[in-house]
């Protein structure tokens, strides 16, 4: 991440679980030295009499929070569908992630899929996703990383390693124990990729085999919750449809996860070719 053109979104909606972000927001943004942007998103157009009181109080809780922390916070208004608008503004713009609160799975969600999901998916920046406030302070000292049989592994690894960098992260791979042939030689190729690259940047790791139960996801969060992980680092489904929202993609339950550890979400959209450069020291 570039951190002098570079800043953080934080969606705004005047809720809780969007201060829970924006604490979130501030907590990374003081490590990495960057600006914050709250964005809130109106679905309609309003009068220019309306529009200039809302961002009058966006304005207000902006300086509220940058007093109060000490760091450099804005708010925008953007016009558009809450689905969309977040990741077309976070793609036209020097955004380096996007925060973002959400309730979890609930009500109509659990009937037409994770309302978080469906904002994250088509971003070319990475969301994370959080349900509560920084339960302090510190570093995301303990990262898991679940790694599988699918190719898209090797695009979240770049984060993995900047969160290692700047966060001084102790990245843990999870390895799906797999008994087909076939998928174990793919699956371990995207593990040797890893190590490689997590060595060469001198990013600290430990390997742990999960037991093979047919959920690796549901297993990925148990071991987070046991090891009371900061932070789970996933990549999302590749070309996701409706029928992952309604019949349950994998990572909507990871981000769900009932002991509500932040979940860091990559879309599979970028070539690796054109950002393995970060990949080398």
Not at 264 to 274: E, H, Q, R, Y
């Amino acid at each position: 991440m570039d951190r002098e053109r570079k800043f953080i979104l934080v969606p705004w909606d005047f809720t809780d679980v969007a201060e829970n972000a924006l604490l979130h927001g501030i907590k990374i943004a003081k490590m990495v030295d960057s600006k914050i942007v709250l964005q809130h998103v109106i679905e309609k157009k309003i009068s220019k009499m309306e529009k200039g009181k809302l961002q009058s109080t966006l304005d207000w809780i902006a300086e509220k929070y940058e007093k109060k922390y000490e760091i450099k916070i804005e708010g925008i208004i953007c016009v558009g569908r809450i689905f969309s608008a977040i990741s077309e503004y976070a793609n036209e713009n020097e955004v380096s992630m996007v925060i973002m609160g959400t309730h979890g799975m609930k009500g109509i969600q659990k009937i037409t899929g994770s309302w978080a999901l469906k904002v994250i998916v088509g971003t070319k920046v990475p969301f994370i996703v959080v349900q509560e406030k920084p339960s302090d302070w510190n570093k995301y000292r303990n990262i898991v990383f679940p790694v599988d049989f699918k190719s898209e592994n090797k695009e979240k690894l770049q984060w993995a390693i900047y969160m290692g960098k700047y966060f001084d992260s102790k990245v843990n791979v999870l390895k799906q124990k797999v008994t087909d042939k076939h998928l174990l030689r793919k699956m371990n190729i995207n593990l040797n990729f890893a190590i490689k690259y997590l060595i060469q940047n001198r990013i600290e790791y430990e390997i742990h085999e999960l037991p093979k139960s047919g959920n690796f996801a549901k297993d990925s969060v148990a071991f987070a919750q046991d090891m009371n992980a900061d932070l789970i680092l996933i990549t999302t489904t590749k070309n996701i449809t409706m029928a992952n929202y309604v019949l349950g993609a994998k990572e909507q339950y990871i981000i769900a996860n009932s002991s509500k550890i932040p979940v860091m979400c990559v879309n599979p959209l970028t070539s690796f070719a054109k950002i393995s450069q970060y990949m080398y020291g």
